[in-house]
Nanobody, 132 residues
Framework: QVQLVESGGGSVQAGGSLSLSCAAS????????MGWFRQAPGKEREGVAA????????FYADSVKGRFTISRDNAKNTVYLQMNSLKPEDTAMYYC?????????????????????????WGQGTQVTVSS
């Protein structure tokens, strides 16, 4: 079990911006794909964005392409999610995860594991609320 440390999120009006960050241990960071999925009440969890921490390849859900940007800082073992042009439908709990399979899940729009603990590593989750 690998714990990740998340920060960021909050509340914003539609059209605004928020950012998330997620820090990992150096071992976890070097060997993993990291990113975020989100879970809204009554909705399927959705893989939002992922980045291969070694190669820098990025992957996005269609729903956020052009609005969200995932990036990494190798010196800090941290990944970031910049969320722009936020919409009310972006409202959800966002969880950072580290898992070798996650990049493929996001790229292929595949169904995610049922539990956050099914991933190799996970953060505590942070709420993003976008009001209209």
């Amino acid at each position: 079990q690998v714990q990740l440390v998340e920060s960021g999120g909050g509340s914003v009006q539609a059209g605004g911006s928020l950012s998330l960050s997620c820090a990992a241990s150096s071992d976890t960071y070097r060997r993993n794909c990291m990113g975020w999925f989100r879970q809204a009440p009554g909705k399927e969890r959705e893989g939002v964005a992922a980045i291969h921490t070694l190669l820098g390849s990025t992957f996005y859900a269609d729903s956020v392409k052009g609005r969200f940007t995932i990036s990494r800082d190798n010196a800090k073992n941290t990944v970031y999610l910049q969320m722009n042009s936020l919409k009310p439908e972006d409202t959800a709990m966002y969880y950072c995860v580290a898992d070798r399979q996650f990049c493929g899940m996001v790229a292929g729009g595949r169904k995610l594991p049922a539990r956050v603990t099914d991933f190799g590593g996970w953060g505590q989750g942070t709420q993003v609320t976008v009001s209209s």
